[in-house]
């Protein structure tokens, strides 16, 4: 599988080197006694992309991981944790999520699993209750979502405004976003706000000039869903540049629902992610394996719609650096488990469980151009979830079981 882009524009990535083990202090902690570590580091274990090393220990100090290795080698200091004989992996990395939302469309849901076909106007049901929810329950909201992610062991979320399509409300939507993450996207170019529906010129000219001035200080990242219905190739890419002017960097809603530009235009303006990617083209599989954009898959959408499953296996086959998200929304796909998700991608999307729990961790991080995360070497981010499991294959292995028993984040058990 591809390693996917080492670059970052992230000022919290790490710049040690991958494999190197830094010097240890005796105050720092062993986490020891762990019967397989995913380190992520092909130099490191049995060489696989995974860096699986069995046996393994982990000496954290302070927020950053200090040594990997064998039990048998670990540094001495001052604090200890066994891990019981558990498999321990990197945090999971959901770099596709919409969280900032309010109301239930349960009514839509069930209507879909009577046979409904899933249409993007749904969204609109959603814009209405968000719109009148005030910024205490949002954010509420946002909170309650991303604890129950972390105790499912994701430690790094992204997450998007949308559910506005107003100045204000896309505004306040990051504000309260940026209060729970560092991965904040724009996305006011969700759908044409209903507001503006005899005049979609309108609301792009709005999305890319007073609602960006009001929505950049507060995002790292701009989206569009560039979709049949949604907005088309030359309204994607206006918005898309005009957020690039700004400081942002684009990320794409692309190729979910029909064929289209979303990839190519990805690729083209080096977009960190194509998300989705469902329907593909033999070009739009050359022009994602070609350049630095990641194809994140999203098969919680394709669960909750019966819609056609990514295919996975022609990305990995043809050297595309793959991510694994939730895309945890109340429409189209409402679960915040990544677990859950790396279950689906090897059951239909044809992916082996060590490509869907990379996808998940590493590739995550490389969909959000982070090099810090994702990963358990020495420089990394101390964010580790472990299994009640000897094996992360485990993860496929039993579907629907919470294997996840501890979650640290930062160096700090948050979780378990």
Not at 216 to 221: D, G, V
Not at 332 to 340: A, D, G, Y
Not at 359 to 384: K, N, Q, V
């Amino acid at each position: 599988m591809n390693t996917g882009p080492a670059a970052t524009n992230n000022p919290a990535a790490s710049s040690a080197p991958r494999s190197a083990n830094s010097a240890v202090a005796t105050t720092a902690t062993a986490i020891v006694n762990i019967a397989s570590l995913v380190t992520n580091d092909p130099s490191l274990g049995d060489g696989s992309p995974l860096g699986l090393i069995q046996d393994a220990a982990v000496v954290v100090d302070g927020d950053r991981v200090v040594w990997v290795g064998e039990s048998s080698r670990t540094p001495a200091t001052d604090n200890r944790v066994d891990a019981g004989g558990r498999a321990v992996i990197p945090g999971f990395v959901d770099s596709h999520s919409h969280l900032v939302f309010a109301g239930d469309r349960t009514a839509e849901f069930n209507a879909r699993m009577s046979g409904q076909a899933y249409a993007a106007g749904g969204i609109r049901t959603t814009v209405a209750a968000t719109r009148a929810a005030s910024d205490e329950a949002l954010s509420a909201n946002v909170a309650r979502f991303m604890r129950e992610a972390l105790r499912q062991g994701t430690t790094t979320f992204e997450t998007k405004s949308g559910y506005g399509l107003t100045v204000e409300d896309e505004a306040r939507a990051l504000r309260i976003a940026a209060e729970h993450t560092d991965e904040v996207t724009y996305l006011g170019a969700h759908i044409v706000s209903p507001d503006y529906a005899d005049d979609p010129a309108a609301y792009v000219e709005l999305v890319t000039g007073e609602m960006l001035d009001a929505c950049a200080p507060h995002a790292r990242w701009v989206d569009v869903f560039c979709e049949k219905g949604a907005f088309d190739g030359d309204q994607a890419r206006a918005i898309l540049t005009a957020g690039k002017a700004k400081g942002l960097h684009p990320r794409v809603h692309a190729n979910q629902l029909t064929y289209g530009p979303g990839v190519q235009l990805a690729v083209e303006l080096d977009a960190a992610s194509a998300d989705h990617c469902t329907h593909l083209t033999d070009a739009d599989v050359d022009a994602l394996a070609s350049g630095n954009t990641v194809a994140t898959l999203l098969p919680g959408a394709e669960f909750s719609t019966r819609a056609q499953w990514p295919d996975a296996r022609r990305l990995l086959d043809a050297g595309v650096t793959v991510a694994l998200s939730t895309d945890c929304n109340p429409g189209s796909s409402f679960t915040s488990s990544v677990p859950f998700c790396i279950a689906l991608a090897v059951r239909d999307m044809g992916m082996t469980p060590d490509e869907a729990l990379w996808s998940a961790t590493a590739g995550g991080a490389a969909a959000l151009r982070r090099t810090d995360i994702g990963r358990l070497t020495a420089g990394a981010r101390a964010d580790l979830t472990f299994l009640d499991a000897p094996s992360p294959v485990h993860l496929a292995y039993r579907p629907g079981v919470p294997l996840v028993s501890e979650v640290w984040r930062a160096g700090a058990r948050v979780a378990g």
